[in-house]
T-cell receptor, first 111, second 116 residues
Framework: AQSVSQHNHHVILSEAASLELGCNYSYGGTVNLFWYVQYPGQHLQLLLKYFSGDPLVKGIKGFEAEFIKSKFSFNLRKPSVQWSDTAEYFCAVSRDDKIIFGKGTRLHILP | EADIYQTPRYLVIGTGKKITLECSQTMGHDKMYWYQQDPGMELHLIHYSYGVNSTEKGDLSSESTVSRIRTEHFPLTLESARPSHTSQYLC???????????????FGAGSRLTVL
């Protein structure tokens, strides 16, 4: 079955640590890829997206993600996290008008 | 300001009651979606719509129904609520990007339903 897998369900880091959240998908062919973020008490919102072109995409708040087609991956990275990055992060894949989400990764940053 | 609104934000009701979760968007988006989200689980698509008078069932089977009589409005109804319906329901609409052929979702704040 087509799916989106996020490897880490709960990540705890200290401020200034580097972050990488894994995301793999099982769709073949052309896909569009997204990371959404939900800060405590707020709506889900778009963090960054990949449609085509440069596989390294930059989003808001210093986040970036790299699309590696051969690995079916779209990992999210940030070189130095802040306490305000505490949130839940969802990877998503769009194909044929449907957008499928992973289970999410809850990120907790220690001050 | 363009946005997407969901009401109620929180609802606690008894088994057997009929409920309607409201969703409205002011962005003029044609596509709208309902997702169901449980803690620690992925968002499951339960309904979507391409436009007025268009409704489709999503990947997760749901006893709820939806309607799309107006572009901006996409309510979800449960005729007889049960404890198994306890969940968070997220409404979203999407802007179609002509350049990429992709949909970027804008979400509402969600409606958290508890059925006793």
């Amino acid at each position: 079955a087509q799916s989106v897998s996020q490897h880490n369900h709960h990540v705890i880091l200290s401020e200034a640590a580097s972050l990488e959240l894994g995301c793999n998908y099982s769709y073949g062919g052309t896909v569009n890829l997204f990371w959404y973020v939900q800060y405590p008490g707020q709506h889900l919102q778009l963090l960054l997206k990949y449609f085509s072109g440069d596989p390294l995409v930059k989003g808001i708040k210093g986040f970036e993600a790299e699309f590696i087609k051969s690995k079916f991956s779209f990992n999210l990275r940030k070189p130095s996290v802040q306490w305000s990055d505490t949130a839940e992060y969802f990877c998503a894949v769009s194909r044929d008008d449907k957008i499928i989400f992973g289970k999410g990764t809850r990120l907790h940053i220690l001050p | 300001e363009a946005d997407i609104y969901q009401t109620p934000r929180y609802l606690v009701i008894g088994t057997g009651k009929k409920i309607t979760l409201e969703c409205s968007q002011t962005m003029g988006h044609d596509k709208m979606y309902w997702y169901q989200q449980d803690p620690g689980m992925e968002l499951h698509l339960i309904h979507y719509s391409y436009g007025v008078n268009s409704t489709e069932k999503g990947d997760l089977s749901s006893e709820s129904t939806v309607s799309r009589i107006r572009t901006e409005h996409f309510p979800l109804t449960l005729e007889s609520a049960r404890p198994s319906h306890t969940s968070q329901y997220l409404c979203a609409s999407s802007e179609f990007s002509l350049g990429s052929g992709a949909n970027v979702l804008t979400f509402g704040a969600g409606s958290r339903l508890t059925v006793l």
